[in-house]
């Protein structure tokens, strides 16, 4: 099921960043495809880490929050950035994760960096260390709504 879950991801992906149809594309999509299944199964890597089937149906809502939030975080740091007054308060946070899998850990690292005026620092089995470039993107690491959505789509309840 996942590898047959991720040749169809991969061949959605190769269809839908190249745009074209002709039989030379598609049969270089096909060799593609072929090629990092084949990679994937010898590194070993199609397993439930690789290839969260589990997190598909929560990942979607999961993600428009996400590109919310990135779009909000980016006008508060456009008026940050072009007002007169420089108003940062940079601090570091350290704060427990709850998340249980490789998976949910990197996808709250990876939104956190993603957001901007925050950039996760490190990250071990039990606490996460990140930058904040306001106090008040400090407080929202700490309060933890991202981090109960990540729980979310980990299928645990936040």
């Avoid at 190769?14 to 072929?34: D, K, N, Q």
């Avoid at 439930?48 to 006008?75: D, H």
């Amino acid at each position: 099921m996942r590898h047959l879950s991720l040749a169809l991801l991969l061949t959605a992906l190769w269809i839908s960043m190249s745009g074209h149809f002709e039989g030379i594309i598609l049969a270089l999509g096909a060799l593609s495809v072929m090629l990092v299944m084949w990679l994937s199964g010898r590194m070993g890597v199609i397993d439930s880490e690789g290839v969260p089937i589990r997190m598909l149906p929560r990942i979607t809502p999961y993600l428009t929050w996400l590109f919310k939030e990135i779009i909000v975080t980016n006008i508060d740091m456009a008026k940050l950035v072009l007002s007169r007054e420089i108003r940062i308060q940079p601090e570091v946070v350290e704060f427990t994760l709850h998340q249980k899998s490789d998976v949910s850990r990197a996808l709250l690292a990876n939104s956190i960096t993603l957001t901007p005026g925050t950039v996760t620092m490190d990250l071990d089995d039990e606490h996460m260390y990140v930058h904040a470039l306001t106090r008040a993107a400090a407080v929202d690491l700490v309060d933890g709504e991202m981090r109960g959505r990540v729980r979310r789509v980990e299928g645990a309840p936040s």
